[in-house]
């Protein structure tokens, strides 16, 4: 094994879009395992569009990512070195050892996962902080009955694709919200959508808006947003009376200012539920949520789609492409 490891540090915030400039690469010597403490083999890195946020100095709901550390993110690994009587050379682990090929823990917050019928990588996915997002905002936000019709944005993305799937499951009529033909083709004929807005392909937002109109000839009584701007002005027309909305993201101002609402109204109007959320204040539901997701995945009932970058230099521009719409699926670094 090497005595030094690659890592990513912030190196400056970005003002407006992110930059490569905005990140430094760093070799860093292997540190010395402590009584108690393991040592981690990162295979894989989450790439995440929270991460936008916490790169700013402004206020938000969890503490700023400071200047010249690693960068925040998940990871799943093995453990290569142990000094924890409850951890043992080979383990697979699910940790936030962030933007590193490797990482030391002295065991909390950090578990063992088991990789018989669920691959490592979904661990970052499915079933992972994206899975659970998704289950939490649609089963105790949205609420979802049998017969509604439920609509999510960013549909081909590691939490949307997740989120339609499981209104199919609860009997809804699942309708997507994604960009180009590819990923709305993805979308219906294999995570077996009912319909899916294709965004791009609008010219403007009035014909955005029939678009989705066509697929949602019932209205929509569950929407989960994770785009906002345009996109969510049009849902809003189209919501049923009592409708509700978990807001799970922004991405579109992430990389600049926020896009207001249009017809703000329309909340009165429709005497709509809007609850924001994030998902890691909701503990407490990760058992259940986690059980299900994992015996959806090992069944073959919960299907995924992953973007694999090689390399942790790779991490800021596949960082940059997810913050732009260019993954498919899950975004993650492979890092050996």
């Given at each position: 094994?090497?005595?030094?490891?690659?890592?990513?540090?912030?190196?400056?915030?970005?003002?407006?879009?992110?930059?490569?400039?905005?990140?430094?690469?760093?070799?860093?010597?292997?540190?010395?395992?402590?009584?108690?403490?393991?040592?981690?083999?990162?295979?894989?890195?989450?790439?995440?569009?929270?991460?936008?946020?916490?790169?700013?100095?402004?206020?938000?709901?969890?503490?700023?990512?400071?200047?010249?550390?690693?960068?925040?993110?998940?990871?799943?690994?093995?453990?290569?070195?142990?000094?924890?009587?409850?951890?043992?050379?080979?383990?697979?682990?699910?940790?936030?050892?962030?933007?590193?090929?490797?990482?030391?823990?002295?065991?909390?917050?950090?578990?063992?996962?088991?990789?018989?019928?669920?691959?490592?990588?979904?661990?970052?996915?499915?079933?992972?902080?994206?899975?659970?997002?998704?289950?939490?905002?649609?089963?105790?936000?949205?609420?979802?009955?049998?017969?509604?019709?439920?609509?999510?944005?960013?549909?081909?993305?590691?939490?949307?694709?997740?989120?339609?799937?499981?209104?199919?499951?609860?009997?809804?009529?699942?309708?997507?919200?994604?960009?180009?033909?590819?990923?709305?083709?993805?979308?219906?004929?294999?995570?077996?959508?009912?319909a899916c807005v294709d965004?791009?392909?609008?010219?403007?937002?009035?014909?955005?808006?029939?678009?989705?109109?066509?697929?949602?000839?019932?209205?929509?009584?569950?929407?989960?947003?994770?785009?906002?701007?345009?996109?969510?002005?049009?849902?809003?027309?189209?919501?049923?009376?009592?409708?509700?909305?978990?807001?799970?993201?922004?991405?579109?101002?992430?990389?600049?200012?926020?896009?207001?609402?249009?017809?703000?109204?329309?909340?009165?109007?429709?005497?709509?539920?809007?609850?924001?959320?994030?998902?890691?204040?909701?503990?407490?539901?990760?058992?259940?949520?986690?059980?299900?997701?994992?015996?959806?995945?090992?069944?073959?009932?919960?299907?995924f789609r992953e973007s694999?970058?090689?390399?942790?230099?790779?991490?800021?521009?596949a960082f940059m492409g997810?913050?732009?719409?260019?993954?498919?699926?899950?975004?993650?670094?492979?890092?050996?």
């Amino acid at each position: 094994m090497s005595d030094t490891y690659k890592r990513i540090v912030l190196a400056s915030r970005p003002s407006g879009a992110v930059s490569p400039d905005n990140f430094r690469l760093e070799q860093v010597p292997v540190p010395e395992l402590a009584d108690g403490q393991v040592l981690v083999r990162n295979h894989y890195l989450s790439l995440d569009p929270y991460m936008r946020g916490r790169m700013n100095e402004g206020k938000s709901y969890a503490t700023p990512q400071p200047l010249n550390e690693v960068m925040i993110g998940g990871t799943v690994g093995e453990v290569v070195a142990s000094r924890n009587p409850k951890y043992a050379v080979g383990d697979k682990v699910l940790g936030m050892f962030g933007w590193q090929e490797m990482g030391v823990s002295d065991g909390s917050g950090m578990q063992k996962v088991d990789t018989g019928k669920i691959p490592l990588s979904a661990y970052l996915g499915a079933v992972g902080m994206p899975g659970v997002t998704a289950w939490y905002g649609l089963n105790r936000i949205i609420a979802p009955k049998a017969g509604e019709t439920v609509v999510v944005s960013a549909a081909s993305g590691a939490v949307g694709s997740v989120v339609g799937q499981l209104a199919k499951m609860a009997g809804c009529r699942a309708v997507g919200i994604a960009g180009g033909k590819e990923k709305c083709d993805y979308v219906v004929n294999e995570l077996g959508f009912d319909a899916c807005v294709d965004y791009k392909a609008a010219s403007d937002p009035k014909a955005l808006y029939t678009m989705l109109k066509e697929a949602t000839p019932q209205g929509v009584d569950g929407y989960f947003e994770n785009v906002g701007g345009e996109i969510l002005d049009a849902v809003l027309s189209r919501m049923n009376a009592f409708g509700r909305i978990a807001v799970c993201g922004m991405i579109a101002g992430y990389d600049g200012e926020p896009l207001p609402l249009k017809n703000p109204q329309l909340i009165l109007v429709s005497r709509l539920k809007i609850e924001g959320f994030i998902v890691s204040e909701h503990m407490d539901v990760w058992p259940q949520a986690l059980s299900e997701l994992g015996g959806a995945v090992a069944q073959g009932k919960l299907k995924f789609r992953e973007s694999v970058a090689q390399g942790l230099e790779s991490a800021p521009e596949a960082f940059m492409g997810l913050l732009k719409g260019k993954n498919f699926g899950k975004q993650l670094v492979k890092l050996i």
